[in-house]
């Protein structure tokens, strides 16, 4: 079975609420090697995107991620606003007009989504950012699709490759954002950019669970 538009809905809400319950513990990342406002941030922007989502409940999947990432561009402070933004608005180009999701389609809009954060911040994996959660969890997508593998399996290869990319942002040193100015002091502590796109491709796999 594909992940259907309602699906899709469900999951955005989902990842809504686990924002908001991870808002403290993203700030404490935040508050080592940043500006301490990551939590909120995300929050304040995920909480006006469930005030536009009845708007285009009813449209299609590209059209409903365009309407996130557009929420989020004006909404979200900091460098996660542009960011954030750019991950749905590329993700809504690759699945304007579809209704339904297979494991292609999300791939690829996964893959749209990274190329925009990495032309957008211009960091790398190792620069210890949400590119570093992101790209193992594309090349999982990607070995999955190759594999032909049931979506449910693939999601959960995606949210495990992005958990492992995530815990290994903690020794790195940061080469991009805010971190990037505290240079060696910034090694030791896991960066919340990496872990907010984590939970994001978490929430995917348990809400698009009964997919197969």
Same mark, same amino acid.
Do not use: C
């Given at each position: 079975?594909?992940?259907?538009?309602?699906?899709?809905?469900?999951?955005?809400?989902?990842?809504?609420?686990?924002?908001?319950?991870?808002?403290?513990?993203?700030?404490?990342?935040?508050?080592?090697?940043?500006?301490?406002?990551?939590?909120?941030?995300?929050?304040?922007?995920?909480?006006?995107?469930?005030?536009?989502?009845?708007?285009?409940?009813?449209?299609?999947?590209?059209?409903?991620?365009?309407?996130?990432?557009?929420?989020?561009?004006?909404?979200?402070?900091?460098?996660?606003?542009?960011?954030?933004?750019?991950?749905?608005?590329?993700? =809504?180009?690759?699945?304007? !007009? #579809?209704?339904?999701?297979?494991?292609?389609?999300?791939?690829? *809009?996964?893959?749209? %989504? @990274?190329? =925009?954060?990495?032309?957008? !911040? #211009?960091?790398?994996?190792?620069?210890?950012?949400?590119?570093? *959660?992101?790209?193992? %969890? @594309?090349?999982?997508?990607?070995?999955?699709?190759?594999?032909?593998?049931?979506?449910?399996?693939?999601?959960?290869?995606?949210?495990? %490759?992005?958990?492992?990319?995530?815990?290994?942002?903690?020794?790195?040193?940061?080469?991009?954002?805010?971190?990037?100015?505290?240079?060696?002091?910034?090694?030791?502590?896991?960066?919340?950019?990496?872990?907010?796109?984590?939970?994001?491709?978490?929430?995917?796999?348990?809400?698009?669970?009964?997919?197969?």
């Amino acid at each position: 079975m594909p992940v259907y538009r309602d699906d899709v809905l469900g999951w955005i809400k989902a990842v809504a609420s686990t924002i908001s319950e991870n808002s403290i513990y993203l700030t404490e990342l935040d508050s080592a090697i940043g500006d301490a406002d990551h939590g909120a941030n995300m929050v304040r922007g995920f909480n006006a995107v469930m005030n536009k989502l009845p708007e285009v409940s009813d449209k299609d999947i590209g059209t409903i991620f365009k309407t996130v990432g557009m929420t989020l561009l004006s909404t979200v402070g900091g460098a996660g606003g542009p960011l954030y933004g750019t991950l749905f608005l590329q993700a =809504g180009v690759k699945t304007a !007009g #579809k209704m339904e999701l297979s494991l292609a389609d999300w791939t690829e *809009a996964v893959d749209a %989504a @990274l190329s =925009g954060i990495i032309m957008r !911040g #211009k960091a790398q994996v190792g620069d210890k950012t949400m590119v570093d *959660a992101l790209t193992p %969890a @594309l090349n999982s997508l990607k070995q999955s699709v190759q594999e032909n593998l049931p979506i449910h399996e693939a999601l959960d290869g995606s949210a495990e %490759a992005a958990k492992k990319g995530m815990e290994g942002t903690i020794p790195l040193v940061a080469r991009k954002g805010r971190a990037s100015y505290l240079g060696e002091r910034s090694a030791g502590h896991q960066d919340p950019g990496a872990t907010s796109s984590y939970l994001i491709l978490k929430v995917a796999a348990e809400t698009w669970k009964n997919a197969s």
